[in-house]
């Protein structure tokens, strides 16, 4: 399926679970998510990737070796986990998970909804 942007939202989301996820720092895909108080369910993941590289001083403070696994898995607190899904209603949505800590209460990381798309013929 082609998309193409429909328009950039860059909010932060509450998504939600219908199992807890194994791993806090890598939960993989929501079951569904909130939204301007409207709650958008996940039928279909259609793409992933992940962004663990590191950038500008964090990225001069390892061997070059630890970097390379590092980016390739993941280090604590680095990185963003990138999911193309498809609601029940049929919109399709690029949401991220950034795994950087906000502060020392929340070390989680958040959820975003980065922008929404449109699928179009080729």
């Given at each position: 399926m082609a998309t193409k942007p429909l328009r950039f939202i860059g909010e932060p989301v509450e998504v939600h679970f219908n199992q807890p996820p194994t791993l806090?720092?890598?939960?993989?895909?929501?079951d569904s998510f909130t939204w301007r108080g409207e709650t958008f369910v996940i039928t279909e993941i259609l793409s992933e990737w992940h962004d663990y590289a590191r950038y500008g001083r964090m990225a001069r403070n390892m061997t070059a070796e630890h970097s390379r696994r590092a980016g390739q898995r993941g280090s604590w607190g680095v990185g963003q986990d990138y999911y193309r899904i498809q609601t029940s209603n049929g919109r399709i949505f690029d949401l991220y998970y950034d795994?950087?800590?906000?502060?020392?209460?929340?070390?989680?990381?958040?959820?975003?909804?980065?922008?929404?798309?449109?699928?179009?013929?080729?």
């Open positions: 806090e720092k890598k939960p993989g895909p929501p795994r950087a800590p906000k502060s020392v209460d929340q070390r989680k990381g958040a959820w975003f909804l980065d922008r929404e798309l449109e699928s179009f013929s080729e």
